[in-house]
């Protein structure tokens, strides 16, 4: 079918959701997007910190130290580049078959290569096959969590009662914190309980190896769903593009466009305060890495929190006045970045590391209704899946690399910098993505 129009593919959620018999409860809804995003990002962020920790030392020991850093947070990076590949698959067959098993798709890729990594001999076993190996399972990392997001978004979203949109597309939202909160929780326990040794030979491959089970939980959790009303209404009155992403890229780019750009400062904020200055704390700053990972079990806290605060407020004040405080705050505290962290003192850090992931929530919360809003129907789930993960790649895939060069070069304070400029892009885009742009169904 190629219809072009986005106001006839609207259907009230309301209405849709109230014909459907038997529809599952809105309980359950949140759970199932809030599970899937908790565990593709707890596996996810075990490759952060691992990457962070251990991953040069185990899969580059040829090179010298710096080196490594820089070669672990590249194969870090490189998931990045393949979410957007793994946005426009799934979201293809999210658009064209159905929101629930492509879900449970993304989740399975995403398990799959999680659990092989926590399997993978290091340099000194397979040679240059080690790191190899390493970066075509990363890269299935970001396949699989290139689709999970977008589903899960459009799952609470499309399934959201009128007004409340904001309020349910924050569970997928929720996820993230949770995940993280999970990956950083399994790192400390095993900082504490193992030496340094023991970390480094086998250590690491625990949290990797135990997130199969994670997956299980959460496949059993998505096959007990229905599919959303407004994606099965539009699937009975043929409303569906035989090819979605042609619709997409040819009718919504600008939409795809500013929607990266406005996503790319949640990113910054997250994995500059997680995966740079972790980097940074322990090795720059010879802060033990259990405290600094204690540290960071505080400030994803500031995250979980401003999450449903964030989210509250935009079904109030509408997505885009929440988005343009946090990302103005976002601005200024790009320029507190240096005298915080190289103050050294545990309190500044923290209190920094607290509100940068505090502001990542504010920035983060609005976007699980706000990106959808912008797509139609039919080609929602590549639409907003694309624009999230690109966001990914202008805010995260190599921002812990390119900071990381620029202390080298002129120190903190050029961190701070790139994180004023990027949250300086992200409010431009916000700002250029007028309300009457927004899809509402």
């Known amino acids: 079918m190629h219809h072009s129009s986005t106001d006839s593919l609207s259907v009230p959620s309301s209405t849709a959701g109230a014909s459907t018999a038997g529809a599952p409860s809105l309980s359950r809804i949140a759970f199932a997007s809030f599970i899937g995003t908790a565990i593709e990002f707890y596996d996810f962020y075990i490759y952060a910190m691992a990457a962070a920790l251990v991953i040069g030392q185990v899969f580059f020991p040829a090179s010298d130290p710096a080196a490594q850093s820089l070669n672990a947070l590249l194969t870090f990076g490189l998931a990045f580049i393949a979410r957007p590949l793994g946005a426009l698959l799934f979201g293809h067959f999210g658009d064209k078959r159905g929101r629930k098993s492509t879900l449970a798709a993304s989740l399975l890729v995403m398990g799959a290569s999680t659990f092989l990594i926590g399997l993978l001999p290091g340099y000194d076993t397979l040679g240059m096959w080690a790191p190899l190996l390493l970066c075509v399972l990363r890269f299935g990392q970001g396949i699989g969590l290139g689709g999970e997001w977008a589903g899960a978004a459009l799952l609470a979203t499309e399934y ?24 950083t929780l399994t790192f400390l326990a095993l900082s504490l309980g193992l030496t340094e040794a023991q970390f480094i030979r086998w250590g690491w491959r625990v949290p990797f190896i135990i997130s199969a089970a994670l997956v299980l939980v959460g496949l059993y959790v998505r096959f007990k769903l229905a599919e959303t009303p407004v994606f099965a209404k539009a699937q009975a009155a043929h409303h569906l593009h035989h090819w979605p992403l042609k619709s997409l890229i040819l009718q919504h780019g600008r939409a795809i466009v500013l929607g990266a750009l406005a996503m790319s400062v949640c990113y910054h904020l997250f994995y500059t305060a997680t995966v740079f200055c972790l980097s940074y704390g322990t090795q720059a700053l010879h802060i033990p890495r259990p405290v600094f990972l204690l540290l960071l079990c505080v400030a994803v806290l500031g995250m979980a929190l401003a999450t449903p605060l964030a989210a509250w407020w935009a079904d109030r004040a ?124």
């Open 160 to 183: 959201a009662p009128a007004g409340k949109r904001g309020w349910y597309g924050m569970f997928p939202q929720l996820g993230p914190s949770i995940g993280f909160l999970l990956a």
């Open 318 to 441: 509408g997505r885009r006045p929440v988005l343009l405080v946090g990302q103005a705050l976002a601005l200024l505290l790009g320029f507190a970045l240096a005298p915080m962290l190289g103050s050294g003192q545990l309190v500044w850090i923290a209190l920094f590391l607290f509100l940068a992931l505090f502001l990542m929530g504010v920035t983060f919360a609005p976007m699980g209704a706000f990106l959808p809003e912008q797509f139609p129907v039919a080609v929602r789930y590549s639409g907003a899946g694309l624009a999230y993960q690109l966001g990914g790649i202008l805010g995260a895939s190599f921002a812990p690399a390119i900071a990381q060069y620029l202390v080298q070069q002129g120190g903190l304070s050029w961190v701070g910098w790139y994180m004023s400029v990027m949250a300086a892009i992200s409010a431009w885009a916000v700002w250029q993505i007028r309300p009457q742009d927004s899809v509402h169904d």
